[in-house]
């Protein structure tokens, strides 16, 4: 079965650069979710998507920002990175209130 | 908003042993509770879930209950196996918003030895 695919797996950037992480969802789920996760912590939600809008928003900085696009695809935009967001980076996706699947994540280091 | 609290934050149990995995939530409306396993470095995959109405589920060694009344859900393994270690969140979906994320608690690091 088809599962949420996430690129790049692995992105080292420098502090202050921007970064841009991509998800497919599963098709046919109508949310897409981005979680961060720091070494050893739960995942933390940052913001959802439902049929290419916008539909909660959680712990995302302003430097971050993301869409959703025509395609169900969804990018996650990262600016002025901090070493602080050093971290997994997992996008998920559901059909509405179902099961929520989570993509292989991206491991972004900020050096 | 909702908040999960999960314990034991660690525990260690032999082989062939049960393990039990705590989860509290406090909004009375929330209605779906999934478990998610972690192996270091990979991705939260769902292993078990159940929604509010209905007590109890299981699925071979792996079983969850929940508790309305006492707002508390547990998840069971039975017959532990090495490659059960990880690291195991609950999760509750609370109601009370337009979206559909999900509230992790803050995990158990489970370890079974051999």
């Known amino acids: 079965a088809a599962g949420v695919i996430q690129s790049p797996r692995h992105l080292i950037k420098e502090k202050r650069e921007t970064a841009t992480l991509k998800c497919y969802p599963i098709?046919?789920?109508?949310?897409v979710y981005w979680y961060q996760q720091g070494p050893g912590q739960d995942p933390q939600f940052l913001i959802s998507f439902y049929e290419k809008m916008q539909s909660d928003k959680g712990s995302i900085p302003d430097r971050f920002s993301a869409q959703q696009f025509s395609d169900y695809h969804s990018e996650l935009n990262m600016s002025s990175l901090e070493l602080g967001d050093s971290a997994l980076y997992f996008c998920a996706s559901s059909l509405r209130a179902g099961p929520t699947f989570f993509g292989q994540g991206t491991r972004l280091t900020v050096v | 908003g909702e908040n999960v609290e999960q314990h034991p934050s660690t525990l260690s149990v032999q082989e062939g042993d049960s393990a039990v995995i705590k989860c509290t939530y406090s909004?009375?409306?929330?209605?779906?509770f999934p478990w998610y396993k972690q192996e270091l470095g990979k991705r939260p995959q769902l292993i078990i879930d159940?929604?509010?109405?209905?007590g109890e589920k299981k699925d071979q060694r792996i079983a969850v209950t929940l508790n309305k009344t006492a707002k508390h859900f547990s998840l069971h393994i039975t017959e532990t196996q090495p490659e059960d270690s990880a690291v195991y969140f609950c999760?509750?979906?609370?109601?009370?918003?337009?979206?559909?994320?999900?509230?992790f608690g803050k995990g158990t690091s489970l370890l079974v030895t051999p």
């Open positions: 999760a509750a979906l609370p109601t009370s918003h337009s979206g559909y994320a999900l509230n």
């Open positions: 159940i929604r509010s109405n209905v």
């Open positions: 909004d009375s409306a929330s209605n779906y």
């Open positions: 098709p046919r789920h109508d949310t």
